[in-house]
């Protein structure tokens, strides 16, 4: 499986794509311009990562310290990305800062909420409980 949480400009994606897929170690983004959390079981490591895409080029790939960073059945935790006027990416997980992104994104690109969940083809469906999302903006 893999997911993505956050915001983007892409209001939805193709069959079995998300904004942000990562395969053994590369990154491929399909946003224009987005500030997102994802996993992908396609990954070398199953490591919970971040990222802020921004005119079509990717930031850099932040990963959270490997004593929690993978995913375990039954476990839930809490994803934030904050971006400000100056298009900063500031990403946080279970309340502890993670990474920021200078300039991340164009600030002028209308984004979304998103939250996005796919399976690689596995014959068993994999399911994600999301408790609740909360977005606003300060103006």
Known sequence: TAFNFGFTDATGEAADLLPVMYSAATLTSTA?????????????????RCVAVKDD????????????????????HTY????????????????KFV???AAGITTTDDLCVYVGLINHGEAAANTLDVDY??????R
């Open 32 to 48: 224009s311009d987005c500030a997102l959390w994802f996993n992908d079981s396609a990954a070398t490591t199953s490591l919970f």
């Open 99 to 101: 990474y920021k992104e």
């Open 57 to 76: 080029a990717d930031g850099t790939v932040t990963a959270v310290p490997a004593a929690t960073a993978a995913p375990v059945l039954g476990t839930f």
């Open 80 to 95: 934030r990305v904050e971006l400000n006027g100056a298009g900063d990416c500031s990403f946080y997980f279970d309340g």
């Open 133 to 138: 999302i909360k977005a606003w903006q300060l």
